[in-house]
């Protein structure tokens, strides 16, 4: 007689949705609803400077969830993400343009080249430990940088490639509030994705290779196949990121895959919450939005600066960030958003009460 399931799952694993949600009160439910009618109608409340600011956000949340299941659960550091946005951008403008394909098979075919990056990248990091990984992921980013540039003298001969107004079935991306709702629908299954990851086989057999490679191997897991998935997944997603933000900006070029840029997400996912899904999000919206809160408070005291001046501002408050939150809040935002929810549920005791768990 076969044995079905030889190993039971234990109980405390969670398994399902209704695992967490059973811990949901009523106000807590009334507070998604709230949440999600105010994310959908969104684009009538702010002016379409901000709404442009927040897509913009929504595509970085999208790039930071990829790279923080790298640097957060996998615990592999890169410094390449600005090559795999580039790999994203140039893919779909390869395929948009040249092969004048449509906006989602673009968009797969960039997450597919992302993919292939990632693996290939990840060969020389099975036998390279902690930072000698960051080091060969930064020598992607200028292989790449030089790559683009020669393909873009020298095969297009252009300073930028114009990207085609996307279309989506009937569906005309132009005007920022045109972008807003499937930007969100595209971060939305982003964050889903990565927090069904993190819970899953895969990505709880990252967490044991990133732990202890040794005895990761005594259990059965190939720590190879482990590494390069991880790569691979998670330079999928940020490739990802990169096409959309080619056909929403609407040019491509290879300047604008810097190491400013890898700088930016290293700092969304530190000031965020390393290893956090909800730290991606928080992230993503602060370091998108600080350039320009930055630039206002130098107008309002009528501080005068070129762009270059202002880049490199930008760079020094990206810098003093990530020292000050890995000295001071290694756990980012989504850290000090957790303590004060939980004195908001508490208050005015400094601990839950027995029928308190409900509270989640």
């Not at 095969?155 to 930007?183: F, K, N």
């Not at 508490?346 to 308190?356: C, D, I």
Request: aromatic content about 10%.
């Amino acid at each position: 007689m076969s044995i079905a399931n030889p190993v039971p799952t234990p109980p405390t694993l969670p398994q399902t949705y209704g695992f967490y949600t059973r811990l949901f009160s009523g106000y807590q439910w009334a507070w998604l609803a709230v949440a999600i009618v105010i994310a959908i109608i969104w684009p009538m409340i702010v002016s379409p400077f901000w709404l442009h600011l927040f897509n913009l956000a929504l595509i970085a949340i999208v790039a930071a969830t990829g790279l923080n299941l790298l640097c957060g659960t996998a615990r592999l550091i890169s410094l390449g993400q600005a090559a795999f946005m580039g790999v994203g951008g140039f893919t779909v403008s390869f395929f948009a343009t040249e092969m004048e394909w449509s906006l989602p098979i673009s968009l797969l075919l960039a997450f597919v080249a992302g993919c292939l990056a990632g693996g290939l990248i990840a060969l020389p990091s099975l036998r390279l430990k902690a930072i000698y990984v960051a080091i060969t992921t930064l020598a992607l980013h200028f292989v790449f940088i030089t790559g683009a540039s020669i393909y873009q003298s020298e095969v297009v001969q252009s300073h930028g490639i114009v990207m085609p107004i996307a279309e989506l079935g009937p569906l005309t991306l132009l005007r920022p509030e045109e972008w807003y709702h499937p930007l969100l629908l595209v971060a939305a299954v982003a964050v889903v994705a990565a927090s069904n990851i993190r819970r899953s086989y895969l990505g709880r057999r990252w967490i044991a290779v990133a732990d202890h490679e040794v005895a990761a191997s005594a259990l059965g897991i190939d720590v190879h196949r482990s590494k390069i998935s991880a790569f691979a997944i998670t330079s999928g997603i940020v490739a990802l990121a990169g096409g959309l933000a080619a056909y929403y900006e609407g040019v491509v070029s290879a300047e604008t895959y810097d190491l400013h840029m890898a700088i930016a997400y290293l700092a969304v996912i530190i000031v965020g919450g390393v290893g956090s899904v909800l730290g991606s999000i928080i992230g993503a919206i602060v370091i998108t939005l600080l350039p320009y809160i930055l630039d206002a408070a130098l107008g309002l005291f009528e501080i005068g600066q070129t762009g270059g001046g202002l880049n490199g501002l930008h760079s020094i408050v990206y810098g003093l960030l990530i020292i000050f939150f890995m000295l001071f809040e290694p756990l980012g935002l989504a850290e000090v958003w957790r303590r004060i929810r939980d004195v908001g549920v508490t208050w005015p005791f400094r601990v839950r009460s027995a029928q308190g768990g409900s509270d989640g």
